[in-house]
């Protein structure tokens, strides 16, 4: 438990740098109380609190061996015509638990223009983690949860594609047009990618990574931007500049 509150503190610090004393403390918390991981992605500090992820609710449920997960949607509460979905979860602890109930909705009002026209995805992921959070007592809300998620900014000259090192050896040629390829299908931001990928490898820049670091990388964003794009979106956004810094 020591090991686990010092890296959360460690990487909080090197991700976010200072934070002030009363998220320290509700970091450590967090860290005793449900083992969540900073490193993992299992939280983000937005606005001055704490917010749980979904994949940090679902390696939760995993390590506390979770029964089982069941959602329906609520079509008294859904027009697909106006891509306004509502979902409900319902989360069973163990074998004969009568389960915990949370409801999830999305519609293009309260969704990022990141994620629009996954409305109904994302309902099903908001109604999946607030039950996870009952079943499991997190007091603090999701980052899917609230109403639309950081943006990353985007000048309208943008490139798509990636910053290549200065050495131009990004894993080789297959490597690199592997992880162009990502970027361009799921509509991810190149450059907080890449922020993302030196923490990932755990490299000072990201010329210094080895290639099969990279391989592991690019495969690794390749699966979560499947399973849970929402969740990585959280997760690449943690690497947004703070505000007033330098540009």
């Known amino acids: 438990m020591r090991r686990l ?30 083992r969540l991981s900073v490193r993992s992605g299992d939280l983000l500090p937005l606005d001055g609190r704490w917010y749980v ?12 061996r979770c029964a089982g997960i069941s959602v329906e949607a609520v079509p008294e509460l859904s027009d697909a015509s106006a891509s306004r979905w ?3 979860a319902t989360v069973y602890r163990f074998k004969n638990c009568k389960g915990f ?24 992921t908001r109604a999946v983690s607030r039950a996870l959070r009952k079943a499991y007592g997190i007091g ?9 998620l950081v943006e990353a900014p985007q000048s309208s000259g943008e490139s798509k594609k990636l910053p290549r090192p200065a050495n131009g050896n990004f ?11 990502i970027i361009r ?29 990279v391989e592991n990388f690019v495969s690794h964003l390749a699966d979560w931007a499947e399973k849970d794009r929402n969740a990585l979106l959280c997760q690449l956004n943690s690497y947004l500049p703070a505000k007033g810094s330098a540009a």
């Open 185 to 213: 299908q799921h509509q991810l931001d190149p450059n907080l990618v890449k922020s993302y990928a030196v923490d990932f490898c755990g490299t000072k820049t990201l010329r210094e990574a080895t290639r099969e670091q």
């Open 53 to 64: 992820t979904h994949t940090g609710l679902l390696r939760l449920a995993r390590r506390s």
């Open 101 to 124: 109930v949370g409801y999830g909705d999305a519609a293009p009002s309260n969704v990022s223009p990141l994620v629009r026209g996954a409305e109904m995805r994302v309902a099903e």
């Open 5 to 34: 509150i010092r890296s959360n503190a460690d990487s909080a610090r090197l991700r976010w740098g200072a934070l002030p004393k009363i998220m320290v403390r509700a970091l450590k918390g967090l860290s005793i109380e449900h």
């Open 140 to 148: 603090i809300c999701s980052v899917e949860e609230i109403g639309s």
């Open 86 to 88: 509502a979902f409900r």
């Open 171 to 181: 894993g080789g040629p297959k490597v690199r047009d592997r992880l162009c390829q």
